[in-house]
């Protein structure tokens, strides 16, 4: 099982402001802004790295996992529907 890790809140004001930007600039995929910099999974992977390396899990496989999972990093992030914990 991996650690928990502090939620990076200002990672999450990122997504969210971003996300608000993509949305007044008509774009209707707010996903897109969820990975913005790679500062999530960077993030994460600063924690997990070397557990998920033990694993087998590289960072191109961790970042894909990330962004097939994007909706939930955006139900965390921008809508608030969801917890860090959940997510």
């Excluded at 969210?16 to 910099?37: C, E, I, P, R, Y």
């Amino acid at each position: 099982m991996l650690r928990r890790v502090n939620e990076p809140v200002e990672i999450k004001e990122a997504i969210k402001n971003l996300s608000k930007l993509l949305s007044t600039k008509g774009g209707k995929d707010v996903s897109k802004g969820a990975l913005v910099f790679n500062k999530l999974p960077q993030y994460l992977w600063s924690s997990w790295g070397n557990d998920l390396k033990k694993l087998g899990i590289t960072w191109q496989e961790f970042l894909k996992i990330i962004s097939k999972n994007s909706n939930l990093i955006v139900k965390w992030a921008v809508n608030d529907e969801i917890s860090w914990d959940e997510l």
